[in-house]
Nanobody, 121 residues
Framework: QVQLVESGGGLVQPGGSLRLSCAVSGSISSINAMGWYRQAPGKQRELVAR???????NYTDSVKGRFTISRDNAKNTVDLQMNSLKPEDTAVYYC???????????????WGQGTQVTVSS
């Protein structure tokens, strides 16, 4: 079945960097969109960065200039380079993709299990 697996989370000091990676596996026809979301304790899950189905990128204002999303279509992966990390970036980061499973005329949203990012001294 279709699965998304995130990696690269960890503990960093303010001002540090992390690179997250999301890999899609399984029997799929297409990936229409991929992106990163995060959820801090007591808060709603929010968009961090994404590729839209049209290929453009969206970033939430708080990460613009610090985070960069990239993709490798051949490998079905999407990465998130996070620089100049701040304590308020602390959250569980989730990968999400809009995917058409093999043989299906429909698309579905799939979520990864998440990876913890903690920014603290």
């Amino acid at each position: 079945q279709v699965q998304l697996v995130e990696s690269g989370g960890g503990l960093v000091q303010p001002g540090g960097s992390l690179r997250l990676s999301c890999a899609v596996s399984g029997s799929i026809s297409s990936i229409n969109a991929m992106g990163w979301y995060r959820q801090a304790p007591g808060k709603q899950r929010e968009l961090v960065a994404r590729f839209t189905a049209g290929g453009s990128t969206n970033y939430t204002d708080s990460v613009k200039g610090r985070f960069t999303i990239s993709r490798d279509n051949a490998k079905n992966t999407v990465d998130l380079q996070m620089n100049s990390l701040k304590p308020e970036d602390t959250a569980v980061y989730y990968c999400r993709a809009l995917i058409a499973p093999a043989g299906s005329p429909f698309t579905y949203y799939y979520w990864g299990q998440g990876t913890q990012v903690t920014v603290s001294s």
